[in-house]
């Protein structure tokens, strides 16, 4: 039983239909596209305003979101930075019960569907009860995971993370305890129940190794074999180069740069997703981009924790694929984070409009707002999801934005993205719709009310 | 006849107050604020959440809010930047009519209103009729951001803007002749006469002068003592040093750097603006800091036309005062603006909370958020009412804050401003009094359905 939309203006990656219509199956999934519904079939539903894909989020830690707004304290002079910061992660995430983290990333994923993402890869290493203890239920963190996107409405794809060291050749800190496997056995069999119980507990399933100060190189590999006989292909994600210290400390101890490391001693591909990669060098970005893996930007977190600007303009020039995660969720909102991504951009290049110059071919890329939609919507690989956005057999998600709302104004079908995503001071997302069902109306989460309420608690219960 | 407001928390220069009342006076300015009216008053009005004090926006094109998402596209390999987006600027400025400009200036301050700006400085440019034919009313153009502002409800500093050169020694071009007077005196006759009038039509009064490229140094001194004969301390504003192009220019026509020749040969103090000040060197920074005059930092435009940004810790650290603008509306927001001012000082020098660690003294002031906001009042001075914020004889104008919004979540009052400036995807501005009366309730301004739609048609009357 399949159901038909009909929408006033639907962006397609050949171009806007101005009507547009989609068929939805029973799953979920896009079953037709096209300009106008045959003629016998019925309308079920219209729509008006600019409908646009979801976007995949490929980067999240949902439990951070609590430290967004209450670590803004300066000290005296200090350097205050990214493992600063990190002081304040781990004492928090001391404190988190499982039903925490489960109404913590309720809201996380309420806040992303608000504001544009409808898919989430969650990089997850929250495992293990306060001091290590194993809880009776191994997955018992990861499907907390599950039952807050089930609450949220959000597509969930989780990536459980093997993390093994305090740093390179470093055995692990008593705080990490929590996120520690006894081996890299212990971490895959983790990752083989999650597999095997995801259809039951409504998530996809991929793999994260921390990083390389996390995990040595015998275990990376034997990680990704073990992930290769969960499934062929399964995602697999690590943080990168997020900082210059990182790099020096991977220099010193394994003697080559991150990622010139990883290009070196893993099979990056089209499946994997290099988190952050802040700081390459030349060699390092040709041969990122080169290797089909993505790099998963998160571009208010790199700021707000001062870590700097990937050399976007020529990744993206050398064809390198990239796309979009909120990380510590700064700011939860595609508009939020794309237009960080192109202020960082100009700002470095003392020039305006650097990707849509870096693009030739398709007329319609040269618009700076299209150019920087487009690219982000191959984050849906790191998902474990490739099937391009507004596609036959493509989930069916979709963002309807505001007609009334300021930030869109006078403007034409051609300039809407570039208003939404460039322009104004509110975000225009209107209604979101996740596998055909709608999940914000209006600008309201249909659970808004309830969500918020359990996550307010928590953060009183964790921080008074 | 005084209306007593109690609110349920009110920031004040001094702390929280946690109840806190304003007593307002027919006349919209506060009577007195306290704690806990007098026992003998009766209280008028209940207001929930935390309530703020209205920013100054210190810099305001209200026409090129036209722009902002319509000019997003790339070029080919050319130089996108300052000067490539004047060209597009100066096409619109050709084909603006006066209820064009009356249109686009309602909406723009209604935008800063919906986003936490209760006040604005206009640096107002055009002046004359397409071709620079005199309008029968030589102050039409500005009397019509008069009547924009009432619509919105915003309070105005309008800025009449001296324009006599294309550079350096170089004659306008025809496409500035509705900037450009026929000499300083017809310009200080526009001056005086909107002084003159200025109660009349709502407005306040200053004076601007474009640019060191626009201006020559007898003009500008012709210019200030004309300021001087129409009334002590009125504000000045200057554009200096937006990029490095303009230090050039400087340097070979005048030179010296811009901010180093204004501070020889200009009075510089507490009553002069000097708008975005990007590119300074050491001398010119602690110079401006020591001069007492205002900084005023536009981040969302200085970004998206990939200025460069401006020294701000070091600034500050030597008590240099600064505020902000929105210069061509990219994002009128409070929290946008302060957010993407802290991200760019973050991201230029690999570290978080910058400015709460330069204060010294006020703990509150560690708050990278409160330290923001209270730095950023000081542009009151700009708009020529030097009262502090939210202290007796000081403007009604308040912003209240949605205690459901999910930006909030959670926060106790001390991080209130953290978690709205620094954190979320969403606004969280619920409602805004100007001068004693609401303009913005429940997020939704009284008139905003008629202003968007003037707007939208001026849009498309222009760009169709």
């Known amino acids: 039983m399949s159901r038909c939309i009909a929408f006033e203006h639907l962006w397609t990656p050949d171009g806007w239909l101005s009507p547009g219509y989609l068929d939805v199956d029973a799953a979920g999934r896009i079953a037709a596209i096209g300009a106008t519904?045959?003629?016998?079939?019925r309308v079920d539903e219209q729509v008006a305003g600019h409908a646009v894909p979801g976007m995949p989020n490929v980067h999240s830690h949902a439990f951070q979101r609590l430290l967004a707004g209450r670590c803004e304290i300066g000290g005296r002079g200090h350097e205050d930075n990214l493992w600063t910061w990190r002081q304040r992660m781990y004492a928090l995430a001391q404190r988190i019960e499982p039903r925490h983290y489960e109404d913590v990333a309720a809201?996380?994923?309420?806040?992303?569907?608000?504001h544009g993402f409808t898919r989430v890869a969650e990089f997850h290493y929250l495992h293990h009860a306060p001091g290590g203890a194993r809880y009776a239920e191994p997955a018992e963190m990861a499907w907390r995971l599950a039952a807050g996107a089930r609450r949220a409405g959000i597509g969930l794809t989780v990536?459980?993370?093997?993390?093994?060291?305090a740093g390179i050749g470093r055995t692990p800190l008593p705080e990490q305890a929590r996120f520690v496997h006894a081996d890299v056995d212990e971490f895959l069999r983790l990752a083989g129940s999650l597999h095997a119980r995801r259809a039951e507990h409504g998530a996809a399933v991929g793999l994260a190794l921390h990083s390389l100060r996390a995990v040595a190189p015998a275990e990376l590999s034997a990680a990704v074999a073990g992930a290769a006989s969960i499934e062929p292909h399964l995602p697999i994600h690590i943080h990168v180069s997020e900082t210059r210290h990182e790099v020096e400390e991977c220099l010193a101890g394994l003697g080559a740069r991150p990622v010139q490391w990883l290009l070196g001693h893993a099979?990056?591909?089209?499946?994997?997703?290099?988190?952050?990669?802040?700081?390459?060098?030349?060699g390092e970005r040709s041969g990122l981009a080169r290797s089909g893996a993505l790099a998963g930007l998160c571009p208010m977190t790199e700021a707000m924790l001062?870590?700097?600007?990937?050399?976007?303009?020529?990744?993206?020039?050398?064809?390198?694929?990239?796309?979009?995660?909120t990380d510590s969720h700064y700011a939860s909102g595609v508009a939020a984070e794309l237009r960080m991504l192109e202020c960082g951009q100009r700002l470095s290049r003392g020039r305006r409009n650097v990707l849509a110059d870096a693009e030739h071919g398709d007329p319609r890329r040269?618009?700076?707002?299209?150019q920087l939609f487009a690219s982000a919507l191959r984050g849906m690989r790191a998902l474990g999801d490739p099937a391009p956005a507004l596609s036959v057999g493509s989930p069916a998600d979709v963002v309807v934005l505001d007609p009334h709302s300021p930030t869109l104004a006078g403007h034409d079908t051609e300039a809407i993205l570039d208003a939404w995503l460039l322009s104004g001071a509110a975000d225009a997302v209107r209604d979101v719709m996740v596998d055909g069902r709608w999940q914000v109306r209006e600008g309201v989460h249909l659970r808004q009310e309830s969500i918020v309420r359990a996550y307010a608690e928590a953060a009183h219960t964790l921080f008074d």
């Open 37 to 41: 519904p045959p003629p016998q079939q």
């Open 159 to 165: 990536l459980p993370t093997l993390y093994a060291h």
């Open 306 to 325: 001062g870590d700097g600007l990937f050399p976007l303009v020529e990744y993206h020039r050398e064809g390198g694929a990239w796309a979009i995660g």
């Open 267 to 282: 099979p990056l591909d089209a499946g994997w997703t290099l988190v952050h990669a802040t700081h390459l060098d030349e």
């Open 366 to 370: 040269l618009r700076s707002g299209e």
């Open 107 to 114: 809201f996380t994923y309420m806040e992303m569907l608000l």
